[in-house]
């Protein structure tokens, strides 16, 4: 089992920047690819980026050029630098872990936190 705990949210002014983490515990060992999603008030979740078990990322073509994802695997952490916010960026992100499938006891298990609330105030 994984656990992610996201921390970093507030509210910030248009332009602003905010840094979210997202700590993974547990059978850490199981994690590949993390992610960020986020759910704007009566939207769907969407996807914001992703990171693979290296080095690989992409993102959603609404963040591109101003979000930034990355790892620190020693420290089990996922980051979210979020640069030039805008109004729209308003969501709860959430933290996503995809599992092993490969190694039997992480059975390809996905994850996700509990959220964290961004506002963005124009």
């Known amino acids: 089992q994984v656990q992610l705990v996201e921390s970093g949210g507030g509210l910030v002014q248009a332009g602003g920047s905010l840094r979210l983490s997202c700590a993974a515990s547990?059978?850490?060992?199981?994690?590949?690819?993390m992610a960020w999603y986020r759910q704007a008030p009566g939207k769907e979740r969407e996807s914001v980026a992703r990171i693979s078990s290296g080095v690989l990322t992409n993102y959603a073509d609404s963040v591109k050029g101003r979000f930034t994802i990355s790892r620190d695997n020693a420290k089990n952490t996922l980051y979210l630098q979020m640069n030039s916010l805008k109004p729209e960026d308003t969501a709860v992100y959430y933290c996503y872990a995809d599992s092993s499938v490969a190694i039997r006891r992480c059975r390809g298990l996905n994850y996700w936190g509990k959220g964290t609330l961004v506002t963005v105030s124009s």
């Open positions: 547990g059978d850490t060992t199981c994690i590949i690819a």
